[in-house]
């Protein structure tokens, strides 16, 4: 069974930074590929970034690029996301995802993703 376990989300100010941790567990991840998913209320959930844990290739949602960066550290089986430069409109719920079965693709759509994190809240004051 794969645990992920976010840390991180927090109040920020505009034009402040946060730094989310997506700790993972239950099994080896390498062909793996992992993502950060936002949700702000009224709003469907939206892909924010991924990465493939062995290859490290990295996808961004438009609107994130430039702005976030995700990156992983196998020794810890954690994946980050370095958010900067923040929006009002970034205020959402962060979760992080796994897709077991994604070969060497990273998905950008939620279904794609076999497990999630509880999220982490994200609130940024204009």
């Known amino acids: 069974q794969v645990q992920l376990v976010e840390s991180g989300g927090g109040l920020v100010q505009a034009g402040g930074s946060l730094r989310l941790s997506c700790a993972a567990s239950?099994?080896?991840?390498?062909?793996?590929?992992m993502a950060w998913f936002r949700q702000a209320p009224g709003k469907e959930r939206e892909f924010v970034a991924g990465?493939?844990?062995?290859?490290?290739?990295?996808y961004y949602a438009d609107s994130m690029k430039g702005r976030f960066t995700i990156s992983r550290d196998n020794a810890k089986n954690t994946v980050y996301l370095q958010m900067n430069s923040l929006r009002p409109e970034d205020t959402a719920v962060y979760f992080c995802?796994?897709?077991?079965?994604?070969?060497?693709?990273?998905?950008?759509?939620?279904?794609?993703?076999?497990?999630w994190g509880q999220g982490t809240q994200v609130t940024v004051s204009s």
């Open positions: 995802a796994a897709d077991l079965h994604s070969g060497t693709i990273v998905f950008s759509t939620p279904e794609d993703y076999d497990y």
């Open positions: 239950g099994r080896t991840f390498r062909s793996v590929a």
């Open positions: 990465i493939h844990w062995s290859i490290g290739n990295t």
